[in-house]
């Protein structure tokens, strides 16, 4: 398969579903050895496709079409009273802007919150090679939020700037703050920072309906949903 930029992808073999069980997958990578850059990453944004690492790719599977891209358009955002309760809860909490790049600490959050939250998943175990290889690129105009309250680390926050949007690459936090719900306070941030920014969206990746751990991504209204490559607004179930 080949864009009209002449760039060039590629499909894995069928291989096990992360997001749903019994279900075989199949994904499309952008040709690694091509050029990569900031701009045409948009444009792939914009039809579904999400970085890990230097890699671009979005699931490609014959018999299923649950993964939908989903982005919040933040003009139009509202909170609603729960969402209203987490950023009131949080407003002791101090965000860092710094550049991508590896830091202990950092790695130490993550491995414990991959421990914790997702030992069942693709991402265990943890490791720094993993971790690295999954976060970083050698292209991406990526940025790292670091949320702190009295000098402890809260959580970070993987995002790319895009000429369009944020893509909010990943989150990973102190599970043991659970009544700061802290992964709907780091989505809310960044919907706070695009606003403030006039960006016009956050990406937030794939969401998969029968997926309980996809389920957060519907309490952010209003939510666009690209079906059949357009982007359609996805209404709260």
């Known amino acids: 398969m080949t864009a009209s930029s ?34 045409l990453y948009n444009q792939l944004s914009n039809y579904g496709f999400r970085r890990s690492g230097n890699y671009i790719y979005k699931p490609q599977c014959q018999n299923c079409n649950a993964c939908i891209s989903v982005r ?6 509202k909170q609603s009273r729960q969402q209203r309760r987490v950023w009131k809860n949080n ?12 830091v202990q600490a950092h790695y130490e959050l993550y491995a414990n919150y991959i421990q914790q939250r997702h030992a069942d998943g693709d991402m265990h175990p943890p490791s720094i090679a993993q971790y690295v290889s999954f976060l970083f690129s050698d292209w991406s105009d990526t940025w790292l939020y670091e949320f702190y309250h009295n000098g402890k680390l809260l959580a970070v926050s993987v995002c790319d700037a895009l000429k369009n949007g944020v893509s909010a690459v990943y989150t990973f936090y102190d599970c043991h703050e659970e009544s700061r719900s802290l992964g709907t306070f780091a989505v809310l941030w960044q919907i706070a920072e695009a606003q403030r920014l006039n960006i016009d969206y956050v990406y937030l990746g794939y969401w998969v309906k029968e997926s309980k751990k996809m389920a957060y991504k519907t309490n952010f209204q209003p939510l666009e949903a690209l079906i059949d490559q357009l982007w359609r607004p996805l209404t709260h179930d």
């Open 72 to 77: 919040i358009p933040v003009a139009q955002f």
């Open 91 to 102: 407003l002791d909490v101090q965000v860092r802007k710094v550049p991508a790049h590896y």
């Open 6 to 39: 002449g760039l060039k992808f590629f499909s894995t073999p069928p291989h096990h579903c992360s997001y749903l069980d019994e279900q075989e997958a199949t994904t499309l990578f952008a040709d690694p050895e091509a050029p990569m850059s900031t701009m």
